[in-house]
């Protein structure tokens, strides 16, 4: 079993790898026999995986052989290990698809300046570096300031104040733009990082991975976060970093420890009351304490509420048969959220309505209303999972930004130069027959967060999602 450090470690490089080989640079010389050997052991390794693993026996109808004899001499050619991955990111991009890359080992992460550039955009300060090694905080597992950021046209800017947390304490307020997180400028982000050269979505993937990072660690220590207002006017607030009152620390198989929150509230419209949940991380409390939010407890009966938002911005993922569990509250018959396929099964995540506690053991009827679900760019794997199959299937109604597009199971393995080879082991079909990966999963009512609306106070996808469940209830 890995510990938590080495897991975190290889989380964060399989977000930030592929920025930190684009960004290394190549050398001219000609490698030594020694290295022509390690390269040569290097890639068959990543040849080798994917022939054995890729969940198609025809490799996507893709001549495998033939892209081994192309690139394996180019391969034992390479300079160094820039070079390599280069001509490794070449083969795997023969796959056409995505959750496929080589991901710099520790020893190979970017040399970075802790002086400020000219153009006064900041250093790449060692705490980066260590956010991109993986020795940075998760908010996951970690402590923080008790504050989301997102970005909002490339600019990093306060989403979300949680009540009560050491930020809300300190007056903190939505929208004001984040500057600096410790010593680290984050206009200097995609300088130290050759993000320009990304896709503007993993780019962005990257960036707030990385602050998250700077802005999350041990509870008790302080992070200092330099802010700015609409006009540009700079403030500093020193936040000490806690776990949210609420947060429960579980552990699931090999993965760290992990603090879930699940947050639920009944909001009292005209047309009916409204149950808003929202969660960090799908894990299987998730389940029970929806049960709860739906039912009152112990549950019994009909559902206590008329309509239900369920908040899957910025979430992660995390155990898909938990989505499976959710949705059997949701649903009237028996459907598959979708199809997960490897090389040698096929295997069907299916809901099965539920009619009894799994609290109580007593009969319970499933909720019929409206149900409105958020995602953003934030929102990954089991998250695409739930949403798209319950769009496909004509029970939800999809608010806010496109999601992250990355719902495929994946693993990251140490080749023998020391980088890592991600690489998916499955893929997945959504009910309506299309595939998540690299497609995000697209919203019916596309209402982009602004930050004129965080400046007023105000969440407009999720006051949009409301308006639509009081009209359905209206009706």
């Avoid at 049960?291 to 898909?320: C, F």
């Avoid at 069907?348 to 009894?356: A, K, Q, Y």
């Amino acid at each position: 079993m890995r510990g938590a450090e080495e897991v975190r470690r290889r989380a964060t490089l399989a977000v930030c790898g592929l920025v930190l080989a684009a960004a290394a640079g190549a050398q001219d010389a000609s490698p030594p026999s020694g290295t022509a050997a390690l390269n040569l052991e290097t890639f068959d390794f990543a040849w080798g995986r994917i022939a054995d693993t890729f969940w198609d026996f025809g490799v996507a109808g893709v001549d495998w052989n033939a892209v081994r004899d192309e690139l394996r001499p180019r391969a034992r050619d390479a300079a160094d290990a820039a070079e390599l991955r280069r001509v490794l990111q070449v083969m795997l991009s023969r796959l056409g698809q995505s959750h496929f890359g080589v991901l710099p080992g520790p020893g190979s992460l970017m040399n970075a300046s802790d002086e400020d550039d000219a153009d006064g955009a900041g250093a790449c300060t060692g705490a980066l570096r260590r956010s991109v090694s993986g020795d940075g905080g998760s908010a996951a597992a970690d402590a923080g300031p008790g504050f989301d950021v997102r970005f909002i046209d490339s600019m990093p800017v306060v989403s979300r104040v949680e009540a009560g947390s050491p930020a809300d304490r300190q007056g903190l307020t939505t929208g004001l733009e984040v500057v600096r997180v410790g010593e680290q400028n984050l206009a200097a982000l995609p300088r130290c990082l050759g993000l320009d050269a990304l896709d503007a979505r993993v780019a962005e993937t990257v960036r707030s991975r990385l602050v998250e990072g700077l802005l999350y660690g041990d509870a008790g220590n302080s992070v200092t976060v330099e802010f700015a207002d609409a006009a540009g006017d700079r403030s500093t607030l020193e936040f000490e970093r806690a776990h949210h009152p609420d947060a429960v620390e579980i552990g699931f198989g090999n993965l760290p420890p992990m603090r879930y929150l699940f947050e639920s509230e009944a909001l009292e419209t005209a047309a009916g009351r409204v149950l808003a949940v929202r969660f960090n991380v799908w894990l299987l409390p998730v389940v029970d304490a929806f049960e709860v939010a739906l039912y009152g407890e112990p549950a019994e009966g009909s559902p206590e509420v008329d309509g239900v938002l369920i908040d899957l911005r910025g979430n992660p993922g995390g155990v898909a048969y938990t989505a499976v569990g959710v949705a059997g509250y949701l649903l009237e018959e028996r459907v598959a959220l979708g199809r997960m396929k490897n090389r040698n099964t096929d295997l069907n995540l299916l809901v099965f309505p539920r009619r009894v506690s799994t609290n109580s053991n007593l009969k319970i009827e499933g909720f019929a209303g409206p149900v409105a679900v958020l995602i953003d760019g934030g929102s990954a794997s089991t998250s695409e999972i739930f949403a798209a199959g319950l769009k496909d299937h004509g029970r939800v109604r999809l608010f806010g930004e496109p999601s992250a597009a990355a719902a495929l199971p994946s693993v990251i393995e140490e080749m023998p130069n020391g980088d890592l080879l991600m690489h998916a082991i499955a893929d997945f079909i959504r009910p309506g027959g299309e595939r998540i990966e690299g497609r995000p999963v697209q919203p019916e009512s596309p209402v982009p967060l602004t930050r004129e609306g965080l400046l007023a106070g105000r969440d407009e996808p999720r006051e949009e999602a409301l308006r639509w469940i009081v009209t359905e209830l209206e009706r």
